[in-house]
T-cell receptor, first 115, second 109 residues
């Protein structure tokens, strides 16, 4: 079982460049999430999709856009990368948007450096 | 969001039990207590969760205080592979998981 797969694993961007981080899950989960983790910090929620066709802002959405392409895939786009977006990005999914009772599964992360 | 308080770091000897505390004095009646851990250079992984009663699974045990204002994650026999950051998170049915800084557990051989 692949679980949650993120691509790419590593990326270096120049300031102002754009890119899309891809995430796919094979567990037929309804809900998907994007988090970022800065050095020595916990994870912060960027955007989430409670179900296919819906997306909502999290704690730190500025500078990002998302697309829930279908039930399996949830992408994160940086339109104009800034050094402050240097971070490790994690995608996660859960069976349904009842996090109180359901387990979330995380990908291995994308390490992004903006120079 | 309900808040949790955890020690920044803890240390344990290998093959000994570890008790990781978490305070959550503002917990609401609908909040579940979740524990996740993050091994070095990996994404977080689910450990255990509970509502009111103590819970056991193959990875750990969760002991919940009777007033639910605190909980303890118990690793019965720490191994070097258990060295990680452990996150205690409260979650109700309507919000995604919100992570704090967690407790960094070091295991000494």
């Amino acid at each position: 079982n692949a679980g949650v797969t993120q691509t790419p694993k590593f990326q270096v961007l120049k300031t102002g460049q754009s890119m899309t981080l891809q995430c796919a899950q094979d567990m037929n989960h309804n809900s998907m999430y994007w988090y970022r983790q800065d050095p020595g910090m916990g994870l912060r929620l960027i955007y989430y999709s409670a179900s296919e066709g819906t997306t909502d802002k999290g704690e730190v959405p500025n500078g990002y856009n998302v697309s829930r392409l279908n039930k399996r895939e949830f992408s994160l786009r940086l339109e104009s990368a800034a050094p402050s977006q240097t971070s490790v990005y994690f995608c996660a999914s859960s069976e349904r948007f009842r996090q109180g009772r359901t387990e979330a599964f995380f990908g291995q992360g994308t390490r992004l450096t903006v120079v | 969001d309900a808040k949790t308080t955890q020690p920044n770091s803890m240390e344990s000897n290998e093959e000994e039990p570890v008790h990781l505390p978490c305070n959550h004095s503002t917990i609401s009646g609908t909040d579940y207590i979740h524990w996740y851990r993050q091994l070095p250079s990996q994404g977080p992984e689910y450990v255990i969760h509970g509502l009111t009663s103590n819970v056991n699974n193959r990875m750990a045990s969760l002991a919940i205080a009777e007033d639910r204002k605190s909980s303890t994650l118990i690793l019965h026999r720490a191994t070097l592979r258990d060295a990680a950051v452990y996150y205690c998170i409260l979650s109700s049915g309507n919000t995604p998981l919100v992570f704090g800084k967690g407790t960094r557990l070091s295991v000494i051989a």
